[in-house]
């Protein structure tokens, strides 16, 4: 089973940023729908955002709006999260979901995990 993995997360304050990276082989990452989602201690697994394979359709938690950016560069096989603006309550390992899809206006997120990267906001 093919995963991806994440890459990018590590300690930050509030107000800083970071960006996290999910990268995968070429034959996965190809016209693959992704998304990021996260888990806080204690919480369940939360969708953070998602992205078609020709980058037009992106889609956001309400939780970070505004303030995370989700990309990606297809000839890299590499998708982003660019998180401004960190808050504490982002604290969470992030994970990176591929092979999704866009139903209704809402990510369906596929087996495909990757391993997870930490992500400590301190105040």
């Known amino acids: 089973q093919v995963q991806p993995v994440e890459s990018g997360g590590g300690l930050a304050q509030a107000g800083d940023s970071l960006r996290l990276a999910c990268s995968a082989p070429r034959r996965s990452f190809r016209n693959s729908v992704m998304g990021w989602f996260r888990q806080a201690p204690g919480k369940e697994r939360e969708f953070v955002a998602s992205?078609?394979?020709?980058?037009?359709?992106?889609y956001y938690a309400d939780s970070v709006k505004g303030r995370f950016t989700i990309s990606r560069d297809n000839a890299k096989n590499t998708m982003y999260l660019q998180m401004n603006i960190l808050k504490t309550e982002d604290t969470a390992v992030y994970y990176c979901n591929m092979a999704g899809a866009h139903i209704s206006g809402r990510y369906r997120p596929s087996q495909h995990w990757g391993q997870g990267t930490q992500v400590t906001v301190s105040s």
């Open positions: 992205i078609s394979w020709t980058n037009d359709t992106t």
